[in-house]
């Protein structure tokens, strides 16, 4: 067995790879550039989009190097990323935690192609009715976890 | 002999499942019926399980969730304490509610399928997996080996990378940053894989009534193998190391402890079950399993729960090496994989189907009429996972609370539905 530090060193798992995606939303702030903290909160999706938030943290992405970190409260996070279609009783802790955000901040929603055709959450509330604030990118065929660092680094104003 | 998977428990002969008020018991002496019954969790089945609260000089009530970093979900803990030590544990999974049962009535066959998919997402296959057998049973449907054998597969792969995720979470609960590096890389390896030979990487969409929704390669079988050991034995690697590190084992060792008395009143089964030295797997009823190691350990805590996931592991990357193997001979003696009996589809009645999901036994009960759901049930093993929660968390302290969640494998999804 090799000792730990040399094991992890023999290992390269960063990809390389590039997250472009067509979009045309502008950076929210300059201030974003180097570093942006995000906050995903769970609204009612299937639970593969809270398995897929794990999953961006897997080193095959490396987000640190890209100065993406994830924050353990919407205090201190720069961009809430709103996972799935809300149930009713969801909106109003949603609502909630968008207040607590410090400014600037952008908001982040992702949904499966199901969520759209009303499978995954039947009865659940369309987040474009909730009129929430500084709503800068709505994911509505989200696939895997490239979908999100596309978006974030386009919110970073970063083409990698 | 199916053994109880219902709240009721310890009736060796019957398979139980609730319903509102209602007890749904099938054996072979009495066969199927519905029984009327008052049992505590079977009100509570859909608001959450709510423990005897504690009130007292210096108790309150610490509610975790539904927006913490500690716990993704949006579900809610209400931890009773004075400071240290959990006196009473309520869950609420309310706020995860989506009736899902609900809106599967009137569905075709294959939308019900996506819904039951839509249940837990980690879980998909398993959920769409009992449900086709639910359907097939009340359209007496017979399916192909094949089928038998890539449904195996799949169903295999779920539960390799749920317990992959299980003990990455563990070991990140316990600050063992190297190695959940490492474990989150098996892991999207894992995700990856799915979606190259299933098209999803949780395993949606692929399975359906009688056959599957996509041609499947089975010459791809053989890459799926290969990749799939090399995952496994970087696996190993870590889990050895994972044994030897003192700081991991003393988290987990005697934390959220569950014997085999509890854990079978309360109804729980697959890893907690089996954990508790209770040899119980659905997959030993299955003949297609044969041979199957059914993995167990006897101290019931979070580490034997750990040791139950890891063993089971290594045993679904064999299971599936097998398959691949079975299914090209199936394939090199011109055995026909059958294209299942379409006109079928159109027809009534009811059935009932289970599949041993990554967390223990999963049942859906299902009444058709002409080809449409008339009635859903979904018996689902995360609803008995936080019934063990709240039981083996009782006297725990605070810290023990991310080493005892985790291991059990339970997730709001699954039992909010």
Known sequence: MKWWPFYGLTRRLTERTRYAKDMTFPSASRIFRKSLHIYPIDVGNANDLNFDMRALQAPQYNIHRFGIFF????????????????????????????????????????ESERDRRDIESPGGVDIDNLQLPNLVAHITDYHEPRDIIAVLLNLMGKVN | MIRAVGIAGGDQDKLMLHDGKKVWTTSEKSGDEWITGQLKLVADRDTGI?????????????????????????????LFTYGERILCVNVDWSYKRRNLESSAIGLGLQDALNVAESVCGNFAFSH???????????????????????????????????????????????AQKVMVSHLQAIYEDLLRLNNDFFGSRFL???????????????????????????????????????????????????????????????????PTLRATGVREDFRLQDPDYEGLRCATSQMGDSL???????????????????????????????????????????GSGSGIGYCESPSGLLAYIVELQRGKISSVYAATPSIFGFKAITESLLGNIFTDFPFAVESFGAYFADAAR
Request: aromatic share 6%; charged share 25%; net charge negative.
């Open chain 2, 204 to 270: 949606r969409g692929f399975n359906g009534i009688s056959g599957t929704t996509r041609p499947f390669n089975d010459e791809a079988l053989i890459h799926l193998s290969r990749r799939l050991g090399n995952l496994s034995d970087r696996f190993e690697y870590l889990y050895e190391r994972a044994l030897e590190s003192e700081n991991f084992m003393d988290r987990l060792h005697d934390t959220a402890t569950l014997d085999s008395d509890k854990a079978e009143k309360i109804g729980v089964t697959g």
């Open chain 1, 71 to 110: 924050a353990d409260v919407p205090r201190h996070a720069d961009v809430l990323l709103v996972l799935g279609r809300p149930t009713e009783k969801m909106v109003p802790v949603l609502l909630e935690t968008v207040n607590q955000m410090p400014g600037p901040y952008s908001i982040v929603s992702i």
């Open chain 2, 304 to 346: 034997a729960r750990m040791e139950v996931r890891a063993e089971e592991v290594f045993e679904s990357v064999e299971i599936i090496s097998d398959m691949s193997g079975e299914l090209k001979e199936l394939r090199d003696s011109g055995i026909a994989p059958g294209a299942g009996n379409k006109s079928a589809l159109d």
């Open chain 2, 128 to 174: 769409s997996l009992a449900m086709s057998r639910a359907i097939e049973s009340a359209l007496s449907i017979e399916i192909s080996p094949q089928l038998r054998k890539v449904r195996i597969i799949a169903l295999e792969l779920e539960r390799v990378y749920n317990h992959i995720y299980v003990i990455s979470q563990l070991a990140s609960a316990a």
């Open chain 2, 50 to 78: 709510r423990g005897q609260e504690v009130f007292g000089d210096g108790v309150f009530d610490f509610r975790y969730g539904p927006v913490t970093g500690g716990i993704i979900e949006s579900g809610a803990y209400h």
